[in-house]
């Protein structure tokens, strides 16, 4: 069965499902931008030293560095909660006289069980030393790391399973169908690794920012190119030996 | 190896592409306000007159709220529009936005079948009031307080924690939150119009935020009213406690809610159960306080605020306590709040606002 042989409600569908999936990842495209983006207003490319923030810094500084910088009052207060965090985030008098100041200027407005101001998360309390000593292991903690990483290799994996099982019964040639399968799947192995491993090694930074722009790359390809098969006639140079003849 | 489109499928493909871009391209609001430079002078009358066609709009959604008081029935969001012009002495502002109701009976006397006064007031968990009290707008002005180009109104808002303290202070039953800087030398401008206490004398309450956190250095914390020469506003009680001390002349709509100096005469009373008397005796400021001429005009829903002050203020701790509008090259940060019919609980907007002139 090819992809031109199906019929037109068929190839209807599968365009629906195709146009679906690209949506879908330009959409995490443009939240990834906007999460680790700069301090410039909208959307900008993403900072290398968020994205390093998020994956190898704890919970409590990447987030000063990303989602809540808007609410940090000077950087100065973020490098004073990360040394803090560096020499064994203890219940001192540093961190009393130096670091819930901040905590309280900057946080608890939001992250108090009493609050009740507009967007106020009283679940997530920032009050004390027991509440905020939790957010300052280095990296994802192995908890959220085992969840996110289940919830995206999962997700990820039937976005890719339909998108390759398409490809697969696309007019290609083989080299077209072997290489970008093959690369999409790599690309999702290697991303998610490395957000593992990024919290030992700061430089599986980088791997995490390639494998996932190649990830995101591949499964937009291989969406782009069976809608062309699936409503155009492939050009000789990429159409597989059945095709042409 | 020409590419042949089955043209049935287009009209779908571009109804779905592009009502899926469209939201994602939207491109953010503007949160800059120009001034525009004018030659006439302007008659502060909350009137817009055609000369303010020429200044652009800025539009800033307010929809935040500190706390959630108890009594609370104001709005809880609306869109402020604020224009300025400015000429070589003076800065003014046009601002405009929707409250349906106009809230103007702050604390007032009233007789009772008995034929005595009673005060009424309200009080929410904060000790507040959002009843009986009246429509108020701030503007508030970054002197030199880093982080409020982000954070903006926010810079110097500090809620109860969960102990119920600020600053170690038990806060409980008293308020909701305080206003103060982090360190010495920061301070913000605060221009707080009141519809009642100060509009019918035809200025803006000027105030001050420093770094003050404790209630013993000062009552009210970090808020402060700006230096003074004279004025200000009282309640309006005798020396027993139980009744009015003055009434106005006249008693019509505008003299209903504050005792004013050209109205201002002894109390007596020839009253029916029912009747109403201002709780508050208001005489305009003078000094610093008093600096910034507004006069406010509700119609139809909507109020209107026009206001004047002069680009450079002097005397005493005018640095301290005014932005100077003295670099007409530079940006200025600030942030605006409705207060409707509201003691402190207020709607604002997250982050700052930009101020420029042409």
Redesign the interface.
């Known amino acids: 069965m090819r992809l031109q042989q199906l019929n037109?409600h068929s190839?209807?569908g599968l365009?629906?499902l195709l146009?679906t999936i690209i949506?879908g990842a330009?959409?995490a495209a443009?939240l990834i931008g906007l999460l680790y983006s700069n301090?410039k207003?909208?959307f900008n490319l993403p900072d290398i030293s968020q994205v390093q923030a998020h994956y190898s810094e704890s919970l409590l500084v990447s987030s000063m560095k990303t989602s809540m910088?808007?609410?940090?009052?000077?950087d100065e207060d973020i490098d004073v909660v990360k040394g803090w965090i560096d020499q064994g985030a203890v219940n001192n008098d540093y961190f009393k006289n130096e670091v819930m100041?901040i905590i309280?200027?900057d946080c608890?407005?939001c992250h108090?069980?009493?609050?009740?101001?507009?967007?106020a998360i009283p679940s997530m309390?920032l009050?004390?030393y027991q509440d905020i000593v939790q957010y300052t292991e280095k990296g994802y903690s192995w908890t959220y790391m085992a969840k996110a990483a289940h919830i995206h290799l999962f997700g990820i994996a039937l976005l890719l399973g339909f998108a390759t099982l398409i490809l697969s019964f696309s007019s290609y040639r083989s080299w077209v169908k072997t290489g970008l399968i093959s690369t999409a799947w790599l690309a999702l192995w290697m991303d998610i690794s490395a957000w593992w491993l990024a919290k030992f090694y700061d430089s599986f930074i980088y791997v995490i920012v390639v494998a996932g722009t190649i990830e995101v790359a591949s499964l937009v390809s291989i969406c782009l190119l069976c809608l062309?098969n699936l409503?155009?006639?492939l050009?000789?140079?990429l159409a597989d030996d059945e095709t042409r003849h | 190896m020409a590419l042949s489109l089955n043209l049935k499928l287009l009209p779908i493909m571009i109804i779905v592409v592009s009502s899926a871009f469209q939201s994602n391209l939207t491109s953010a609001a503007s949160h800059q306000l120009t001034s525009v430079r004018i030659d006439q002078p302007i008659q502060v009358d909350g009137m817009q007159d055609t000369v303010w066609n020429t200044a652009p709009t800025l539009a800033v959604k307010v929809d935040r709220l500190p706390y959630k008081a108890n009594n609370y029935e104001g709005i809880k969001e609306t869109e402020v529009m604020i224009k300025s012009l400015y000429d070589k002495e003076f800065v003014y502002f046009f601002v405009q936005y929707q409250d349906p109701t106009k809230s103007l009976m702050r604390f007032p006397w009233v007789k009772q079948d008995d034929g005595s006064w009673k005060m009424l007031k309200d009080k929410d968990q904060t000790g507040h009031s959002n009843v009986y009290y009246e429509d108020k707008f701030a503007f508030f002005w970054e002197i030199n307080t880093p982080g409020f180009a982000k954070k903006g109104c926010a810079i110097s808002c500090h809620l109860l924690n969960d102990s119920g303290q600020i600053n170690g202070i038990d806060q409980v039953g008293i308020t909701a939150g305080r206003k103060y800087t982090r360190r010495a030398g920061q301070s913000i401008d605060m221009w707080h119009w009141k519809s009642v206490r100060m509009n019918p004398v035809g200025v803006i309450d000027d105030q001050f935020v420093d770094h003050v956190k404790d209630p013993k250095a000062s009552k009210n914390w970090g808020r402060h009213g700006d230096n003074k020469t004279g004025g200000g506003y009282t309640t309006n009680i005798n020396s027993a406690g139980d009744s009015p001390e003055y009434m106005n002349k006249q008693r019509d709509e505008f003299n209903q809610f504050t005792i004013t100096p050209a109205q201002k005469t002894p109390f007596i009373d020839t009253f029916s159960a029912g009747d109403m008397i201002p709780g508050i005796q208001s005489t305009a400021f003078t000094g610093s306080r008093g600096d910034i001429a507004a006069t406010g005009v509700w119609k139809e829903g909507v109020w209107s605020i026009e206001i004047k002050r002069k680009l450079v203020t002097t005397g005493k701790d005018a640095n301290i306590q005014d932005v100077q509008f003295d670099d007409l090259s530079k940006s200025y940060n600030f942030g605006v709040a409705v207060f409707d019919n509201s003691q402190i609980n207020h709607i604002y907007h997250d982050g700052a606002l930009t101020f420029t002139f042409d």
């Open positions: 037109f190839k209807l365009s629906g146009i949506l330009m959409s443009t301090e207003h909208g910088y808007p609410y940090v009052t000077i100041p309280e200027s608890q407005s108090s069980r009493r609050s009740t101001m507009t967007g309390p009050s004390h062309v409503w155009c006639t050009p000789k140079f």
